[in-house]
């Protein structure tokens, strides 16, 4: 792991991006992903949320499995329209053309405040 012993070297903690469509996607390809570097300290995770609500994903549960891996995140919002044609933009490869499902903040299916991380 030269990398991320470089980024140890250098205090820096690396954030993986829990994302829909790559390798890791949730928590069993992030522990599997940890496991592989020997659990190096400088891996972390990004946390969006609106990803796990594409993915039908408990995002506070994630919480409280992985919280001491949360070192980023990203706010945004989305919501699951399931449809007969179609999944959703975040499930797809990167470059397709569909309908989106990310809303903005509030607009979506996400409930997060303070007292619900409590």
Not at 50 to 73: G, M, R
Not at 74 to 85: M, R, W
């Amino acid at each position: 792991m030269p990398i991320l012993n470089h980024f140890d070297k250098e205090g820096v903690d690396v954030c993986y991006e829990i994302h829909p469509g790559e390798d890791l996607h949730d928590g069993d390809t992030f522990e599997r992903f940890l496991a592989a570097t020997g659990n190096h300290k400088r891996v972390n995770i990004l946390y969006d949320p609106s990803h796990f609500v594409l993915q039908q994903l408990d995002y506070i549960a994630y919480i409280d499995h992985y919280h001491e891996f949360i070192k980023s995140f990203h706010v945004k919002d989305s919501e699951f329209n399931p449809t007969g044609k179609r999944v959703p933009l975040e499930v797809l490869t990167i470059g397709a053309t569909v309908q989106a499902d990310i809303v903005p903040l509030g607009m979506g299916r996400l409930i997060l405040s303070l007292s619900s991380l409590n």
